[in-house]
T-cell receptor
């Protein structure tokens, strides 16, 4: 079965550089979520999109922005990178089913290391 | 605000031992509750879920019952295996929102 695809899987950037993370949701999933997981920590919600519109916002820094495109893939843009941005970034997707929303299906994550 | 509290790990058990990982939550209304598992170097995989009070989610021998009176969703397994070694996250999603709130995770280590 198709899963959520994230690219790249690993990324190394220097401080103050920019990074773009991409997420391809499962086909026919209309909602995308982004999470940040620091070492040994729980995933922290950053932002979500439903039908290409921002649906919810969490603890996303102003240096980060994201969007969902017409093909439902999403990109997380991170600028002025800081050492503290080093983390595992997860994308997840879900779809409506029976009047409710399914659980979130997570990708493998992108490990960002800022040096 | 909404929150999830999990028992701290790590939890170390011998193979075939009984497992309980406690999870309690604070939320308005009737959230959906989930257990996700994360194996080393991998993403989060849904283990089980429950969407209303008294629902029991089950998968791969794991079970959890949505207890509204005690605001709990404890994870149990009767006989753990070495392959169950992973980090387990309890999570909730409130009705009408898209945001999942995770607990801090509980690392389980099962010894042969």
């Amino acid at each position: 079965a198709a899963g959520v695809i994230q690219s790249p899987r690993h990324l190394i950037k220097e401080k103050r550089e920019t990074a773009t993370l991409k997420c391809y949701p499962i086909p026919r999933h209309d909602t995308v979520y982004w999470y940040q997981q620091g070492p040994g920590q729980d995933p922290q919600f950053l932002i979500s999109f439903y039908e290409k519109m921002q649906s919810d916002k969490g603890s996303i820094p102003d240096r980060f922005s994201a969007q969902q495109f017409s093909d439902y893939h999403s990109e997380l843009n991170m600028s002025s990178l800081e050492l503290g941005d080093s983390a595992l970034y997860f994308c997840a997707s879900s779809y409506p089913k029976g009047g409710r929303r399914t659980e979130a299906f997570f990708g493998q994550g992108t490990r960002l290391t800022v040096v | 605000g909404n929150s999830v509290t999990q028992m701290e790990g790590p939890v170390t058990l011998s193979e075939e031992a009984f497992l309980t990982i406690n999870c309690t939550y604070t939320a308005t209304g009737y959230p959906s509750l989930f257990w996700y598992v994360q194996y080393p170097g991998e993403g989060l995989q849904l283990l089980l879920k429950a969407t209303k009070a008294d629902d029991k989610g089950s998968n791969k021998g794991f079970e959890a019952t949505y207890r509204k009176e005690t605001t709990s969703f404890h994870l149990e397994k009767g006989s753990v295996q070495v392959s169950d070694s992973a980090v387990y996250f309890c999570a909730l999603r409130s009705l009408g929102t898209y945001k999942y709130i995770f607990g801090t995770g509980t690392r389980l280590k099962v010894l042969a």
